[in-house]
């Protein structure tokens, strides 16, 4: 039987046009039924957004992100992701006039990605950038691309050009907030690299100047500050020698001249990264940091868009770009940002410590860049928490984790997730 033109209408109708060329595996009988059934373009219909009561516990925490849920005419939808501040965050899509978001939303056809983002972005960026319209319409850009992965019926990585054969390598992220098996930092180092070792975890990020950080108000480090924070550093060597990478985090807590000693202090242990170790606001004071110090400097997880990376980039203020999926703009602006650190010979890694969602995001991504680093991973997160809301989590084997080979993100909800009284979905918008 000739599938041309079936396909040829198929195309035409979901807006997939010039794609279609780039896909020659889809057929008729592969295309998922709903759409094929379509008499009428992709639109969305209904967005809602969904939140999690302070009571439900997963895994001894609360969980603090919020997900948006974008439905099309034809039945699929697309799940996004953003945390934390998830009143105001939700609140950015409450506005049903013309020029509102939810305005700019229905009826709009969600495979059109990059003409949406621009508009958003535009309205946001005439006002001001950032904050919970940032991180909104990054929810946005992955919900969305979770539709055109469905549509495509093809798993994103896939779309976005990767493999699923790339290895990806992970680092675990640890703090007391996010401990294993009730291990502390403060007593139980030891056994932390011990089982990261064991499971072939490579790195571990911490942070072990962040108490300091925070009584001196990170205007000043004493040499006798430096060595007890040290002494988690030693107590890693000492355990597993050099078989557990080491970062640092400092969550921006420090001034220029403690900010250099420290990075200094470090340096005979051979530290993988230090991240963050000044707030972003003033990237230039970043340029001697760079200029100093022997370990790569990464910078920012709270930077968002390509706009605001450039000058990062072009003037070389970090080693490694860094950024969260579910802040920078989502999906497509990772891509770019990552693209972009390429030609500048930099490597880009992925803050995970959100939402599930932002788990397989990130993953599909990774698959596809050419200049990764590390993704960071939370064991208690991929391992304990988020099964609770998935059947397929993507876990972590041997330092190395991988994406659904699904369509779309591939999230395999739990059957019922949507009817626990803990979780809460609220029709925002609606045609």
């Known amino acids: 039987m000739n599938n041309l033109p079936n396909r040829r209408y198929f195309m035409r109708q979901v807006g997939l046009g010039s794609l279609g060329t780039f896909l020659p595996g889809i057929t008729l009988a592969q295309s998922a039924p709903p759409l094929l059934s379509a008499i009428e373009p992709l639109k969305i219909t209904k967005i809602e957004t969904v939140r999690f009561d302070k009571q439900l516990q997963v895994a001894g925490r609360g969980v603090q992100w919020m997900w948006i849920r974008i439905h099309t005419n034809n039945g699929l939808v697309g799940t996004g992701e953003t945390y934390p501040f998830n009143e105001a965050n939700e609140a950015v899509f409450k506005d049903l006039e013309w020029h509102s978001w939810a305005g700019k939303l229905l009826g709009s056809n969600p495979l059109e990605i990059e003409s949406i983002w621009d508009r958003i972005f535009k309205q946001n960026a005439y006002h001001t950038t950032g904050g919970a319209e940032m991180r909104a319409l990054s929810a946005i850009n992955i919900a969305l691309w979770d539709i055109m992965g469905q549509a495509a019926n093809m798993p994103l990585y896939q779309l976005l050009g990767g493999s699923l054969n790339k290895p990806i390598r992970v680092y675990n992220t640890y703090t007391n907030a996010r401990n294993i098996n009730g291990w502390q930092l403060e007593t139980d180092m030891a056994k932390i690299a011990s089982f990261l070792v064991a499971q072939g975890i490579p790195a571990i990020k911490y942070c072990p100047f962040d108490v300091v950080g925070s009584r001196n108000n990170g205007e000043y480090i004493s040499k006798n500050e430096l060595d007890q924070c040290l002494e988690w550093i030693k107590i890693i060597r000492d355990t597993v020698g050099n078989d557990l990478e080491i970062g640092c985090e400092f969550h921006s807590k420090w001034n220029l001249p403690s900010a250099a000693r420290i990075a200094q202090a470090l340096e005979p242990y051979h530290v993988l990264f230090l991240e963050d170790m000044l707030l972003q606001d003033n ?149």
């Open 283 to 431: 990237l230039a004071a970043y340029q001697s940091l760079v200029s100093e110090s022997s370990i790569p400097i990464v910078n920012s997880e709270r930077l968002a868009t390509r706009f605001q990376f450039r000058e990062m980039l072009e003037k070389h203020y970090a080693d490694i770009a860094m950024y969260d999926l579910t802040w920078c703009g989502g999906i497509s602006e990772g891509k770019k940002i990552s693209d972009m650190a390429n030609t500048y010979h930099i490597p880009t890694m992925m803050h995970t410590a959100g939402g599930p969602i932002l788990w397989y995001a990130s993953l599909h991504l990774a698959a596809a860049i050419t200049n990764l680093f590390y993704v960071e991973s939370v064991y208690p997160n991929w391992h304990d928490r988020y099964p609770y809301f998935f059947d397929n989590t993507p876990q972590v084997v041997n330092g190395s984790a991988k994406p659904p080979n699904t369509p779309g993100l591939g999230l395999a909800f739990k059957a019922g997730v949507f009817d626990n009284k803990f979780i809460r979905l609220t029709t925002i918008a609606e045609t």
